[in-house]
């Protein structure tokens, strides 16, 4: 992103025991739902990432730790794909016992490699755990379910739990992906000494998103050397709503958003994309007691490297 640092965000050491039994280790992406298992940019169909994506889960949340992960095969048709973890944790305040938890960014500002107590660490002893079990019944359908739970503050006694579901539909052209989550985060309403500050306890986001692919006929016979056989077109359109405080909404995390896109992909790992947003965003504290007016285009190409 044009910063002065290099993250790392996957790193890891594998050993394989058996198909349903393997051993991981190092900086884990971890599941908490299915979106930040594959967020990279030329996998998804549009720029911007779900807004449940970015403040009740963090976006690409990662940790270092351990865990394991597999698969089983109850049926023939059918599979289930489990992982679980012990984490570093995440950091609910800064060095100065701000907290880190708000109305604005949900927890966007509390994944451990923003912690400003040191290199990378935690703020307290307390690991997190994670995981995530998914059941596909058949081909092109899947379920899942995860969850994350630590503790945010130096004295280890204000739990923060994460559930989420996500689900997979693909049926020919058409494929309708979704998640949902909530995020609970206790006495997050008060600063460390106790008083009342009014910040987030309990988040609740979603989002659903329908694709279609296709490629024109007539596109193959203008330019059967452009589009060809890998090439392909989708329209998308997807809903966000999310909002960061359940208990008091209206602030800047309260937000419904309508996304139309189409997107090109002259091969699977390139993709030329281009969407419109409709944000719908009160903000109880705007002058004027308004919406904000926040809709615009998004360009963006991506392709691994």
Do not use: C
């Not at 002893?125 to 945010?152: M, Q």
């Not at 009342?196 to 998103?209: A, C, I, N, S």
């Amino acid at each position: 992103h044009g910063g002065d640092d290099i993250d790392i965000e996957f790193a890891v050491i594998d050993h394989a025991f058996a198909e349903w039994f393997n051993l991981r280790a190092g900086v884990v992406l971890l599941p908490v739902g299915k979106f930040n298992l594959v967020h990279d940019s030329p996998i998804n169909d549009l720029t911007a990432r779900p807004e449940v994506n970015m403040r009740v889960i963090p976006g690409v949340l990662r940790e270092p730790g351990v865990g394991f992960f597999g698969t089983v095969f109850p049926s023939k048709l059918s599979k289930v794909d489990y992982e679980f973890y012990v984490t570093t944790g995440m950091n609910g305040f800064s060095a100065d016992g701000t907290s880190k938890i708000t109305n604005a960014n949900g927890l966007k500002d509390s994944r451990w490699n923003k912690t400003d107590i040191g290199s990378n660490f935690d703020n307290n002893s307390t690991k997190a755990l994670s995981g995530r079990v998914a059941f596909s019944p058949i081909l092109g359908v899947e379920l899942g379910a995860s969850g994350y739970h630590t503790n945010i503050d130096p004295d280890s006694e204000r739990p923060l739990t994460i559930g989420a579901i996500d689900w997979t539909f693909m049926r020919g052209p058409w494929e309708l992906l979704g998640e949902a989550a909530y995020t609970n985060i206790e006495d997050n309403d008060k600063n460390l000494d106790g008083l009342f500050v009014g910040l987030p306890e309990r988040m609740f986001g979603w989002y659903g998103q329908l694709n279609y692919h296709f490629m024109p006929k007539f596109a193959q016979k203008l330019a059967p050397k452009y589009f060809t056989d890998d090439s392909i077109f989708t329209g998308v359109l997807r809903l966000d709503d999310v909002n960061t405080n359940l208990d008091n909404p209206g602030f800047e995390g309260d937000v419904f958003r309508i996304t139309p896109g189409l997107n090109f992909r002259p091969t699977e790992d390139t993709v030329f994309k281009f969407e419109y947003q409709f944000n719908f965003e009160p903000h109880r504290n705007s002058a004027l007691g308004s919406d904000i007016m926040n809709d615009g285009i998004i360009l963006s190409i991506a392709t691994y490297f």
